[in-house]
């Protein structure tokens, strides 16, 4: 029987770092130009957040991370890693959630949104966390060295669709509904953080960061939730 403590972080990641930019370089060079389309939904996710349209937000997201499960682990990362395949029903279960949440009435609380410092100050970090994936991690990714058709795209790879995904989430749920649609992909956040770890790159600290302003936009919704019920009862 195999001793897993003799095991290293390094034995689950098969490959170099060039061989995985090398990766995301294919999925832009095969899916394009369908990173237009999905840059398009991202915008369009963006005013269905704007206008509190949380159901349509989770029907248009359940696609999205059903295709990611599918494009990136299943069709392309499964061939680096044997796990990549596993994660990719990872993303599916996250797109069953996300209908889950859809069809159950799934609405915003905009009493507590409004009421406390804490929840406001989550929908900010909850906008930034958004933004972030849609837009500037792209364009930070070409800033540390990645080619452009190295940069990963929401809707085409699984780092920047988590993180957007994240921001969106943080931004119209609050209670069961948020930590349920957070954790798969917080979850992933932290595994590719610690795959480029292993690889030898900063864009590491970049996602180990993302990862702890999401839970600390977690935390405030929470908390300030919570106080807002306790005020309630007094």
Same mark, same amino acid.
């Given at each position: 029987?195999?001793?897993?403590?003799?095991?290293? *972080?390094?034995?689950?990641?098969?490959?170099?770092?060039?061989?995985?930019?090398?990766?995301?370089?294919?999925?832009?060079?095969?899916?394009?130009?369908?990173?237009? *389309?999905?840059?398009?939904?991202?915008?369009?996710?963006?005013?269905?957040?704007?206008?509190?349209?949380?159901?349509?937000?989770?029907?248009? $997201?359940?696609?999205?991370?059903?295709?990611?499960?599918?494009?990136?682990?299943?069709?392309?990362?499964?061939?680096?890693?044997?796990?990549?395949?596993?994660?990719?029903?990872?993303?599916?279960?996250?797109?069953?959630?996300?209908?889950?949440?859809?069809?159950?009435?799934?609405?915003?609380?905009?009493?507590?949104?409004?009421?406390?410092?804490?929840?406001?100050?989550?929908?900010?970090?909850?906008?930034?966390?958004?933004?972030?994936?849609?837009?500037?991690?792209?364009?930070?990714?070409?800033?540390?060295?990645?080619?452009?058709?190295?940069?990963?795209?929401?809707?085409?790879?699984?780092?920047?669709?988590?993180?957007?995904?994240?921001?969106?989430?943080?931004?119209?749920?609050?209670?069961?509904? $948020?930590?349920?649609?957070?954790?798969?992909?917080?979850?992933?956040?932290?595994?590719?953080?610690?795959?480029?770890?292993?690889?030898?790159?900063?864009?590491?600290?970049?996602?180990?960061?993302?990862?702890?302003?999401?839970?600390?936009?977690?935390?405030?919704?929470?908390?300030?939730?919570?106080?807002?019920?306790?005020?309630?009862?007094?």
């Amino acid at each position: 029987m195999n001793d897993w403590s003799s095991y290293q *972080l390094q034995d689950f990641i098969p490959f170099s770092v060039d061989i995985y930019l090398r990766l995301l370089e294919r999925l832009n060079e095969n899916f394009w130009p369908l990173q237009i *389309l999905t840059l398009a939904l991202g915008i369009a996710a963006l005013w269905l957040v704007a206008r509190h349209h949380s159901r349509w937000l989770c029907l248009l $997201l359940a696609l999205i991370w059903a295709f990611v499960g599918y494009g990136f682990f299943i069709q392309h990362y499964a061939e680096l890693n044997w796990a990549g395949g596993n994660i990719g029903y990872f993303f599916f279960t996250q797109s069953f959630l996300l209908l889950l949440v859809a069809f159950s009435g799934a609405s915003v609380d905009k009493s507590i949104v409004k009421q406390h410092v804490l929840t406001n100050l989550s929908v900010v970090i909850g906008w930034a966390i958004g933004l972030a994936g849609l837009i500037a991690l792209p364009l930070l990714s070409v800033m540390i060295g990645h080619t452009w058709t190295q940069a990963e795209i929401f809707g085409i790879h699984a780092d920047p669709t988590a993180i957007t995904s994240l921001g969106f989430v943080l931004i119209l749920f609050s209670g069961w509904r $948020l930590w349920l649609l957070a954790l798969i992909p917080a979850l992933w956040l932290l595994i590719s953080a610690l795959t480029w770890t292993v690889l030898g790159t900063s864009w590491s600290l970049v996602l180990f960061s993302v990862l702890a302003t999401v839970l600390l936009g977690l935390l405030c919704k929470s908390v300030g939730g919570w106080m807002v019920k306790q005020d309630q009862f007094i």
